[in-house]
Protein backbone atom coordinates (compact mmCIF):
# COMPACT_ATOMS: atom_id res chain seq x y z
CA UNK A 1 0.00 0.00 0.00
CA UNK A 2 2.84 2.28 0.90
CA UNK A 3 4.62 1.33 -1.93
CA UNK A 4 1.80 1.84 -4.49
CA UNK A 5 0.72 5.38 -3.00
CA UNK A 6 4.14 6.91 -3.20
CA UNK A 7 5.25 5.21 -6.63
CA UNK A 8 1.72 7.34 -7.27
CA UNK A 9 3.50 10.29 -6.75
CA UNK A 10 7.08 9.64 -8.11
CA UNK A 11 4.85 9.42 -11.05
CA UNK A 12 3.36 12.01 -11.31
CA UNK A 13 6.71 13.74 -10.29
CA UNK A 14 8.31 12.48 -13.92
CA UNK A 15 5.59 13.05 -15.97
CA UNK A 16 5.04 16.70 -14.47
CA UNK A 17 9.15 17.08 -15.00
CA UNK A 18 8.80 16.48 -18.57
CA UNK A 19 6.16 18.39 -19.13
CA UNK A 20 8.05 21.48 -17.86
CA UNK A 21 10.61 20.47 -19.79
CA UNK A 22 9.20 20.15 -22.70
CA UNK A 23 6.99 23.29 -22.22
CA UNK A 24 10.00 25.20 -21.91
CA UNK A 25 11.81 23.81 -25.19
CA UNK A 26 8.99 24.84 -26.84
CA UNK A 27 8.82 28.12 -25.64
CA UNK A 28 12.61 29.12 -26.64
CA UNK A 29 11.92 27.14 -30.30
CA UNK A 30 9.02 29.40 -30.96
CA UNK A 31 10.11 32.70 -29.15
CA UNK A 32 13.92 32.50 -29.50
CA UNK A 33 14.59 32.51 -25.40
CA UNK A 34 17.90 30.67 -24.66
CA UNK A 35 20.22 31.34 -21.86
CA UNK A 36 20.18 31.77 -18.20
CA UNK A 37 16.13 32.96 -18.21
CA UNK A 38 15.16 29.79 -19.78
CA UNK A 39 16.82 27.74 -17.62
CA UNK A 40 16.24 29.85 -14.38
CA UNK A 41 12.63 29.55 -15.15
CA UNK A 42 12.51 25.67 -15.86
CA UNK A 43 14.86 25.31 -11.92
CA UNK A 44 12.21 27.30 -10.49
CA UNK A 45 9.27 25.43 -11.75
CA UNK A 46 10.91 21.77 -11.41
CA UNK A 47 11.44 23.11 -7.88
CA UNK A 48 7.53 23.84 -6.96
CA UNK A 49 6.82 20.61 -8.76
CA UNK A 50 8.75 18.83 -6.07
CA UNK A 51 7.72 20.72 -3.06
CA UNK A 52 3.86 19.86 -4.36
CA UNK A 53 5.19 16.25 -4.79
CA UNK A 54 6.78 16.10 -1.40
CA UNK A 55 3.63 17.54 0.19
CA UNK A 56 1.44 15.31 -1.52
CA UNK A 57 3.68 12.22 -0.11
CA UNK A 58 3.57 13.14 3.66
CA UNK A 59 0.01 14.05 3.47
CA UNK A 60 0.00 10.39 2.25
CA UNK A 61 1.55 8.85 4.81
CA UNK A 62 -0.03 11.02 7.51
CA UNK A 63 -3.24 10.60 6.89
CA UNK A 64 -4.00 7.77 5.07
CA UNK A 65 -0.94 5.19 5.45
CA UNK A 66 0.21 5.33 8.52
CA UNK A 67 -4.04 5.14 10.07
CA UNK A 68 -4.56 1.95 7.66
CA UNK A 69 -0.99 0.46 8.51
CA UNK A 70 -1.64 0.28 12.03
CA UNK A 71 -5.58 -1.19 11.74
CA UNK A 72 -3.57 -3.93 9.71
CA UNK A 73 -0.78 -4.35 11.98
CA UNK A 74 -3.69 -4.97 14.92
CA UNK A 75 -5.29 -7.47 13.08
CA UNK A 76 -2.51 -9.89 12.28
CA UNK A 77 -1.57 -10.02 15.89
CA UNK A 78 -3.19 -13.08 16.35
CA UNK A 79 -2.03 -14.73 13.15
CA UNK A 80 -3.51 -16.00 10.07
CA UNK A 81 -5.55 -18.79 11.24
CA UNK A 82 -6.76 -17.14 14.84
CA UNK A 83 -8.11 -13.89 13.22
CA UNK A 84 -10.51 -16.01 10.71
CA UNK A 85 -11.41 -17.77 13.61
CA UNK A 86 -12.22 -14.93 15.42
CA UNK A 87 -13.18 -12.57 13.16
CA UNK A 88 -16.68 -15.77 12.36
CA UNK A 89 -17.46 -15.69 15.98
CA UNK A 90 -17.51 -11.99 16.19
CA UNK A 91 -19.60 -11.81 13.44
CA UNK A 92 -22.08 -14.76 14.85
CA UNK A 93 -22.09 -13.10 18.02
CA UNK A 94 -23.25 -9.74 16.35
CA UNK A 95 -25.78 -11.12 14.43
CA UNK A 96 -27.00 -12.87 17.35
CA UNK A 97 -26.93 -9.62 19.56
CA UNK A 98 -28.67 -7.70 16.41
CA UNK A 99 -31.17 -10.33 16.18
CA UNK A 100 -31.99 -10.36 19.93
CA UNK A 101 -32.36 -6.49 19.13
CA UNK A 102 -34.87 -6.22 16.52
CA UNK A 103 -37.17 -8.84 18.66
CA UNK A 104 -37.37 -6.49 21.46
CA UNK A 105 -37.56 -3.76 20.10
CA UNK A 106 -40.53 -5.12 17.69
CA UNK A 107 -42.05 -6.78 21.22
CA UNK A 108 -41.83 -3.45 22.62
CA UNK A 109 -43.57 -1.53 20.01
CA UNK A 110 -45.91 -4.30 19.86
CA UNK A 111 -46.99 -3.70 23.15
CA UNK A 112 -46.85 -0.29 23.14
CA UNK A 113 -49.34 -0.60 19.39
CA UNK A 114 -51.62 -2.63 21.65
CA UNK A 115 -51.21 0.25 24.34
CA UNK A 116 -51.92 3.35 22.57
CA UNK A 117 -54.91 1.02 20.75
CA UNK A 118 -56.79 -0.35 23.81
CA UNK A 119 -56.56 3.10 25.26
CA UNK A 120 -59.51 5.28 26.81
CA UNK A 121 -57.79 8.34 26.01
CA UNK A 122 -57.11 9.30 22.40
CA UNK A 123 -53.41 9.95 20.92
CA UNK A 124 -52.23 11.50 17.98
CA UNK A 125 -48.36 12.29 16.73
CA UNK A 126 -48.17 14.94 13.65
CA UNK A 127 -44.54 15.66 12.28
CA UNK A 128 -43.20 19.35 11.76
CA UNK A 129 -45.32 19.40 8.63
CA UNK A 130 -48.32 18.59 10.45
CA UNK A 131 -49.21 15.19 8.86
CA UNK A 132 -50.64 12.37 11.03
CA UNK A 133 -47.79 9.76 12.38
CA UNK A 134 -49.65 7.88 14.41
CA UNK A 135 -53.34 7.51 15.45
CA UNK A 136 -55.57 5.37 17.95
CA UNK A 137 -58.76 4.35 17.04
CA UNK A 138 -60.35 6.28 20.35
CA UNK A 139 -58.67 9.57 19.23
CA UNK A 140 -60.59 9.02 15.69
CA UNK A 141 -63.99 7.98 17.65
CA UNK A 142 -63.76 11.01 19.92
CA UNK A 143 -63.04 13.90 17.47
CA UNK A 144 -65.46 12.07 14.60
CA UNK A 145 -62.45 12.24 12.20
CA UNK A 146 -63.11 11.63 8.60
CA UNK A 147 -60.76 9.50 6.62
CA UNK A 148 -59.37 12.28 4.99
CA UNK A 149 -58.45 14.27 8.21
CA UNK A 150 -55.13 13.42 8.36
CA UNK A 151 -52.96 16.73 8.76
CA UNK A 152 -53.20 19.03 12.30
CA UNK A 153 -54.97 21.45 10.00
CA UNK A 154 -57.89 19.70 8.87
CA UNK A 155 -58.40 18.24 12.55
CA UNK A 156 -58.10 21.08 14.80
CA UNK A 157 -59.03 24.02 12.50
CA UNK A 158 -62.79 24.29 13.72
CA UNK A 159 -61.24 24.88 17.22
CA UNK A 160 -59.98 27.96 18.14
CA UNK A 161 -56.39 29.24 19.87
CA UNK A 162 -55.10 25.77 18.24
CA UNK A 163 -51.86 26.48 16.43
CA UNK A 164 -49.05 23.69 15.90
CA UNK A 165 -46.49 26.91 15.69
CA UNK A 166 -47.23 28.32 18.61
CA UNK A 167 -47.17 24.81 20.42
CA UNK A 168 -44.02 24.33 19.42
CA UNK A 169 -42.44 27.52 19.28
CA UNK A 170 -44.13 30.08 22.05
CA UNK A 171 -44.66 27.51 24.74
CA UNK A 172 -41.13 26.90 26.38
CA UNK A 173 -41.34 23.40 25.71
CA UNK A 174 -44.11 22.63 28.29
CA UNK A 175 -47.03 20.81 27.57
CA UNK A 176 -50.27 23.25 26.57
CA UNK A 177 -53.67 22.36 27.76
CA UNK A 178 -56.90 23.23 25.68
CA UNK A 179 -60.46 22.45 26.42
CA UNK A 180 -62.69 21.70 23.59
CA UNK A 181 -66.49 20.44 23.24
CA UNK A 182 -67.72 18.38 20.08
CA UNK A 183 -71.33 17.04 20.39
CA UNK A 184 -71.97 17.75 23.80
CA UNK A 185 -68.67 15.77 24.78
CA UNK A 186 -66.32 17.52 26.91
CA UNK A 187 -62.83 16.99 25.94
CA UNK A 188 -59.11 17.62 27.82
CA UNK A 189 -56.11 18.20 24.69
CA UNK A 190 -52.98 17.96 25.79
CA UNK A 191 -50.34 18.97 23.26
CA UNK A 192 -47.18 17.87 23.75
CA UNK A 193 -43.98 18.90 21.38
CA UNK A 194 -41.46 16.14 21.26
CA UNK A 195 -37.77 16.66 20.38
CA UNK A 196 -34.58 14.54 18.83
CA UNK A 197 -31.14 14.13 20.65
CA UNK A 198 -29.88 17.75 20.07
CA UNK A 199 -33.03 19.16 21.41
CA UNK A 200 -34.76 20.35 18.50
CA UNK A 201 -38.16 20.12 17.67
CA UNK A 202 -39.45 16.72 15.39
CA UNK A 203 -43.30 16.74 16.15
CA UNK A 204 -46.02 17.35 18.79
CA UNK A 205 -48.25 14.78 20.37
CA UNK A 206 -51.63 14.95 21.47
CA UNK A 207 -53.69 13.31 24.67
CA UNK A 208 -57.43 13.41 24.49
CA UNK A 209 -59.54 12.68 27.68
CA UNK A 210 -63.02 12.38 27.55
CA UNK A 211 -64.03 14.46 30.99
CA UNK A 212 -67.77 15.27 30.25
CA UNK A 213 -68.30 13.67 33.34
CA UNK A 214 -66.50 15.70 35.69
CA UNK A 215 -67.95 18.80 34.30
CA UNK A 216 -70.91 17.24 34.73
CA UNK A 217 -70.10 16.35 38.28
CA UNK A 218 -68.96 19.77 38.78
CA UNK A 219 -72.01 21.18 37.39
CA UNK A 220 -73.88 19.09 39.93
CA UNK A 221 -71.85 19.98 43.24
CA UNK A 222 -72.09 24.03 41.75
CA UNK A 223 -75.88 23.43 41.38
CA UNK A 224 -76.21 21.49 45.36
CA UNK A 225 -74.69 24.47 46.61
CA UNK A 226 -76.58 26.44 45.20
CA UNK A 227 -79.78 24.36 45.90
CA UNK A 228 -78.49 24.05 49.27
CA UNK A 229 -77.93 27.88 49.74
CA UNK A 230 -81.30 28.87 48.60
CA UNK A 231 -83.33 25.58 50.67
CA UNK A 232 -81.67 27.61 53.67
CA UNK A 233 -82.55 30.96 52.60
CA UNK A 234 -85.77 31.12 52.64
CA UNK A 235 -86.95 29.36 55.49
CA UNK A 236 -84.38 31.85 57.47
CA UNK A 237 -85.31 34.83 55.89
CA UNK A 238 -89.37 33.90 57.09
CA UNK A 239 -87.37 33.59 60.71
CA UNK A 240 -85.71 36.40 60.93
CA UNK A 241 -88.68 38.80 59.57
CA UNK A 242 -91.23 37.50 62.07
CA UNK A 243 -88.95 37.28 65.10
CA UNK A 244 -87.48 40.67 64.32
CA UNK A 245 -91.71 41.65 64.59
CA UNK A 246 -91.83 40.07 67.56
CA UNK A 247 -89.26 41.72 68.88
CA UNK A 248 -90.63 45.04 68.19
CA UNK A 249 -93.41 43.98 70.85
CA UNK A 250 -96.64 45.52 69.18
CA UNK A 251 -98.05 42.54 68.40
CA UNK A 252 -100.99 40.86 70.41
CA UNK A 253 -101.26 37.45 71.64
CA UNK A 254 -103.14 35.74 68.81
CA UNK A 255 -100.63 37.44 66.22
CA UNK A 256 -97.49 36.27 68.35
CA UNK A 257 -99.48 33.39 68.77
CA UNK A 258 -99.43 32.99 65.05
CA UNK A 259 -96.05 34.29 64.16
CA UNK A 260 -94.48 31.68 66.62
CA UNK A 261 -96.12 29.19 64.58
CA UNK A 262 -94.59 30.46 61.31
CA UNK A 263 -91.20 30.25 62.73
CA UNK A 264 -91.63 26.66 64.16
CA UNK A 265 -92.74 26.07 61.09
CA UNK A 266 -89.71 27.01 59.35
CA UNK A 267 -87.34 25.98 61.97
CA UNK A 268 -89.01 22.38 61.47
CA UNK A 269 -88.42 22.60 58.06
CA UNK A 270 -84.69 23.87 58.23
CA UNK A 271 -84.18 20.91 60.66
CA UNK A 272 -85.68 18.12 58.20
CA UNK A 273 -83.47 19.49 55.53
CA UNK A 274 -80.25 19.28 57.48
CA UNK A 275 -81.21 15.87 58.46
CA UNK A 276 -81.71 14.90 54.98
CA UNK A 277 -78.44 16.54 53.53
CA UNK A 278 -76.58 14.66 56.51
CA UNK A 279 -78.03 10.98 55.65
CA UNK A 280 -77.14 11.55 51.96
CA UNK A 281 -73.78 12.96 53.01
CA UNK A 282 -73.11 9.19 54.78
CA UNK A 283 -74.05 7.22 52.47
CA UNK A 284 -71.94 9.21 49.79
CA UNK A 285 -68.93 8.84 51.87
CA UNK A 286 -69.93 5.25 52.98
CA UNK A 287 -70.19 5.79 56.64
CA UNK A 288 -73.74 4.70 57.11
CA UNK A 289 -73.26 1.77 59.56
CA UNK A 290 -77.19 -0.07 58.65
CA UNK A 291 -77.90 -3.58 59.76
CA UNK A 292 -78.89 -6.56 57.46
CA UNK A 293 -81.39 -8.26 58.77
CA UNK A 294 -83.52 -10.91 57.72
CA UNK A 295 -87.41 -9.34 57.39
CA UNK A 296 -90.89 -9.84 55.90
CA UNK A 297 -91.43 -7.07 52.81
CA UNK A 298 -95.23 -7.91 52.95
CA UNK A 299 -95.58 -6.98 56.62
CA UNK A 300 -93.02 -3.90 56.82
CA UNK A 301 -95.37 -2.69 53.61
CA UNK A 302 -98.47 -3.05 55.41
CA UNK A 303 -97.03 -1.24 58.86
CA UNK A 304 -95.96 1.64 56.32
CA UNK A 305 -99.50 2.00 54.92
CA UNK A 306 -101.18 1.70 58.24
CA UNK A 307 -98.99 5.01 59.42
CA UNK A 308 -101.14 6.91 56.50
CA UNK A 309 -104.83 6.15 57.92
CA UNK A 310 -105.45 9.36 59.43
CA UNK A 311 -104.11 11.36 56.51
CA UNK A 312 -106.27 9.45 53.82
CA UNK A 313 -109.42 10.06 55.35
CA UNK A 314 -109.48 13.32 55.46
CA UNK A 315 -108.95 13.53 52.04
CA UNK A 316 -110.97 11.05 51.51
CA UNK A 317 -108.47 8.87 49.67
CA UNK A 318 -108.57 4.96 49.16
CA UNK A 319 -105.10 3.42 50.31
CA UNK A 320 -105.09 -0.94 49.65
CA UNK A 321 -102.35 -2.97 50.88
CA UNK A 322 -101.98 -6.25 48.84
CA UNK A 323 -99.36 -9.11 48.98
CA UNK A 324 -100.16 -11.02 45.38
CA UNK A 325 -97.21 -13.90 46.60
CA UNK A 326 -95.85 -16.10 48.84
CA UNK A 327 -92.76 -13.50 49.30
CA UNK A 328 -89.88 -14.85 50.56
CA UNK A 329 -87.90 -13.17 53.50
CA UNK A 330 -85.68 -10.03 52.51
CA UNK A 331 -82.20 -9.72 53.91
CA UNK A 332 -81.27 -5.58 54.01
CA UNK A 333 -81.57 -3.18 55.95
CA UNK A 334 -84.92 -2.55 57.28
CA UNK A 335 -85.05 0.91 58.65
CA UNK A 336 -83.84 2.10 55.31
CA UNK A 337 -86.36 0.28 53.48
CA UNK A 338 -89.03 1.27 55.66
CA UNK A 339 -87.52 4.83 55.28
CA UNK A 340 -87.98 4.23 51.39
CA UNK A 341 -91.54 2.75 51.17
CA UNK A 342 -92.55 5.64 53.20
CA UNK A 343 -91.08 7.94 51.47
CA UNK A 344 -92.80 6.97 47.79
CA UNK A 345 -96.42 6.52 50.04
CA UNK A 346 -96.13 10.06 51.41
CA UNK A 347 -95.43 11.37 47.38
CA UNK A 348 -98.27 9.28 46.79
CA UNK A 349 -100.86 10.77 49.31
CA UNK A 350 -99.63 14.64 48.58
CA UNK A 351 -99.37 14.36 45.07
CA UNK A 352 -103.33 12.24 44.99
CA UNK A 353 -106.57 14.50 44.81
CA UNK A 354 -108.94 14.11 46.96
CA UNK A 355 -111.10 11.23 46.39
CA UNK A 356 -108.37 9.38 44.58
CA UNK A 357 -106.83 5.89 44.73
CA UNK A 358 -103.71 4.32 46.03
CA UNK A 359 -102.90 0.93 45.95
CA UNK A 360 -99.87 -0.88 47.07
CA UNK A 361 -98.82 -4.36 45.53
CA UNK A 362 -96.16 -6.79 47.46
CA UNK A 363 -94.87 -9.71 45.21
CA UNK A 364 -92.01 -11.76 44.27
CA UNK A 365 -90.98 -12.41 40.73
CA UNK A 366 -87.05 -13.80 39.41
CA UNK A 367 -85.53 -14.21 43.01
CA UNK A 368 -86.67 -10.23 43.78
CA UNK A 369 -89.53 -9.17 45.75
CA UNK A 370 -90.76 -6.12 44.78
CA UNK A 371 -92.96 -3.29 46.33
CA UNK A 372 -95.34 -1.49 43.57
CA UNK A 373 -97.05 1.67 44.72
CA UNK A 374 -99.78 3.04 42.32
CA UNK A 375 -101.81 5.71 42.30
CA UNK A 376 -104.67 8.12 40.33
CA UNK A 377 -102.46 11.25 41.29
CA UNK A 378 -101.49 13.65 38.78
CA UNK A 379 -98.39 12.36 37.03
CA UNK A 380 -95.24 13.40 36.15
CA UNK A 381 -93.99 15.10 32.51
CA UNK A 382 -92.30 12.35 30.63
CA UNK A 383 -89.46 15.13 30.77
CA UNK A 384 -88.66 15.11 34.32
CA UNK A 385 -89.17 11.10 34.74
CA UNK A 386 -85.12 10.88 34.13
CA UNK A 387 -84.46 13.94 36.71
CA UNK A 388 -86.27 13.20 39.30
CA UNK A 389 -84.02 11.48 41.36
CA UNK A 390 -81.80 14.09 41.28
CA UNK A 391 -80.91 16.13 44.59
CA UNK A 392 -83.49 18.75 44.98
CA UNK A 393 -85.06 18.66 41.65
CA UNK A 394 -88.81 19.20 41.63
CA UNK A 395 -91.41 18.49 39.19
CA UNK A 396 -93.67 21.45 40.41
CA UNK A 397 -91.27 23.33 43.19
CA UNK A 398 -93.82 25.84 44.56
CA UNK A 399 -96.41 22.92 45.24
CA UNK A 400 -93.31 20.67 46.79
CA UNK A 401 -92.25 23.20 49.21
CA UNK A 402 -95.68 24.47 49.67
CA UNK A 403 -96.25 20.77 50.83
CA UNK A 404 -93.32 20.42 52.92
CA UNK A 405 -90.72 18.92 50.59
CA UNK A 406 -86.97 19.13 50.49
CA UNK A 407 -86.17 17.97 47.25
CA UNK A 408 -83.94 15.33 48.72
CA UNK A 409 -86.38 12.18 49.29
CA UNK A 410 -86.42 10.56 46.54
CA UNK A 411 -82.35 10.54 45.98
CA UNK A 412 -82.37 9.52 49.41
CA UNK A 413 -84.48 6.35 48.38
CA UNK A 414 -81.85 5.72 45.49
CA UNK A 415 -79.01 5.49 47.65
CA UNK A 416 -80.36 3.35 49.96
CA UNK A 417 -82.15 0.90 47.16
CA UNK A 418 -79.23 0.42 45.43
CA UNK A 419 -76.77 -0.07 48.55
CA UNK A 420 -79.08 -3.05 49.63
CA UNK A 421 -78.36 -4.17 45.53
CA UNK A 422 -81.79 -3.42 44.57
CA UNK A 423 -83.94 -0.89 42.02
CA UNK A 424 -85.98 1.87 41.82
CA UNK A 425 -87.97 2.40 38.94
CA UNK A 426 -90.70 4.81 37.74
CA UNK A 427 -93.58 5.16 35.36
CA UNK A 428 -95.99 7.88 34.98
CA UNK A 429 -98.59 9.48 32.76
CA UNK A 430 -99.16 12.86 33.27
CA UNK A 431 -102.76 13.71 34.60
CA UNK A 432 -103.27 10.06 35.37
CA UNK A 433 -101.05 9.00 37.86
CA UNK A 434 -97.90 7.57 38.98
CA UNK A 435 -96.66 3.46 39.48
CA UNK A 436 -92.85 3.64 41.76
CA UNK A 437 -91.33 -0.24 41.63
CA UNK A 438 -89.29 -0.90 44.10
CA UNK A 439 -86.98 -4.07 43.84
CA UNK A 440 -84.99 -6.01 46.15
CA UNK A 441 -83.27 -9.32 46.30
CA UNK A 442 -84.62 -12.11 48.58
CA UNK A 443 -82.57 -13.93 51.14
CA UNK A 444 -80.76 -17.12 48.79
Not at 220 to 230: I, Q, T, Y
Request: glycine letters at 6%; charged letters at 30%.
Amino acid sequence: MKNYQLKSILAFFIIGSIVIIGFGLVLSAQFNIFGTKLILTMVIALAILGLFCIAMAIFTVKRIIEPMSKMLKGAVIYGETDITNKNSSEIENLITDLKTSLIEANSQKRQTDTILKHMTDGVIAFDMKGKVTYINPTAIQMLDLKETDRTFEKIFSKYDNINMEKIIYLESWTSTEVKIENDNVSMNLFFVPFKDEINRPTGVMVVIQDITEHVRLDDMRKEFVADVSHELKTPLTSIKGFSETLLEGDCDKETEKHFLGIINDNADRMEKLVQDLLILSRYDNKRDQSRVTEFDLGELAKKCSEKFEIEVKKRNQDLECFVTADVPPVQADKDGIERVIINIISNSVKYTPDGGKISIYVGYVHNDAYVKIKDSGIGIPKEDIDKIFERFYRVDKARSRKLGGTGLGLSIAKEIIEQNKGSINVKSTLGKGTEVVIRIPVKK
